[in-house]
């Protein structure tokens, strides 16, 4: 059984930093995309980030540029996101996302990836 267990959510002040983490069991990503999305109350599930197999790509949600940052460790079948100067607006709940085929190319949408995790609140008071 595939799984995808995201970890690092939390209560933090504007301005503070969270480091999500999202391990994946059952199967190797190592060949595929991997990334990020999230969904605030009463707002559509939107991507936050995506990375490549190799971490030679990455993309990012304008609203985030400059202050998160993707990574993954495929020897630990790991992504993770760093969050900085957190805002408000970045209350949501996370979710890692894993796309099933193997790809060099990196999906913005819900429909390129294969494997949800259940998700992780963020919360960001100001």
């Known amino acids: 059984q595939v799984r995808l267990v995201e970890s690092g959510g939390g209560l933090v002040q504007a301005g503070g930093s969270l480091r999500l983490a999202c391990v994946a069991s059952?199967?190797?990503?190592?060949?595929?995309?991997m990334g990020w999305f999230r969904q605030a109350p009463w707002k559509e599930r939107e991507v936050v980030a995506g990375?490549?197999?190799?971490?030679?790509?990455?993309n990012y949600a304008d609203s985030v540029k400059g202050r998160f940052t993707i990574s993954r460790d495929n020897a630990k079948n790991t992504v993770y996101l760093q969050m900085n100067n957190l805002k408000p607006e970045d209350t949501a709940v996370y979710y890692c996302?894993?796309?099933?085929?193997?790809?060099?190319?990196?999906?913005?949408?819900?429909?390129?990836?294969?494997?949800w995790g259940q998700g992780t609140q963020v919360t960001v008071s100001s």
């Open positions: 996302v894993a796309d099933s085929s193997p790809s060099s190319l990196v999906p913005t949408s819900t429909s390129g990836y294969d494997y």
């Open positions: 059952g199967r190797s990503f190592t060949t595929s995309p």
């Open positions: 990375i490549s197999w190799n971490s030679g790509r990455t």
